[in-house]
């Protein structure tokens, strides 16, 4: 059975930085894309960033490009998103996703919360 677990949401300042983790079991990490993305509150879940799964080719939207970092562990089967300089803007469930052809999967959502 296929898990994505996301970790390391919380309560921060503006301007301040958070890390995410997203831990991943029952597929073959390396060979997924994973991506990050988010829903805020009334608000359709959008990406935010991605990276591929042999080249590591990434790709950020345009609201966090030069202040986010996507990065994978293929050895600990595990996709990082180090988010800084961030905005009430920012505050939102994040989620993690892993894609091979039809196969599609995510996790449960972290929350986010950027606020002073």
């Known amino acids: 059975q296929v898990q994505l677990v996301e970790s390391g949401g919380g309560l921060v300042q503006p301007g301040g930085s958070l890390g995410l983790s997203c831990t991943a079991s029952?597929?073959?990490?390396?060979?997924?894309?994973l991506s990050w993305h988010r829903q805020a509150p009334g608000k359709e879940r959008e990406l935010v960033a991605r990276?591929?799964?042999?080249?590591?080719?990434?790709n950020y939207s345009d609201s966090v490009k030069g202040r986010f970092t996507i990065s994978r562990d293929n050895a600990k089967n595990t996709l990082f998103l180090q988010m800084n300089s961030l905005k009430p803007e920012d505050t939102a469930v994040y989620y993690c996703?892993?894609?091979?052809?039809?196969?599609?999967?995510w996790g449960q959502g972290t929350q986010v919360t950027v606020s002073s």
């Open positions: 990276i591929t799964s042999t080249s590591g080719i990434t």
């Open positions: 029952g597929l073959t990490f390396r060979r997924y894309t």
């Open positions: 996703n892993a894609v091979l052809n039809w196969d599609n999967y």
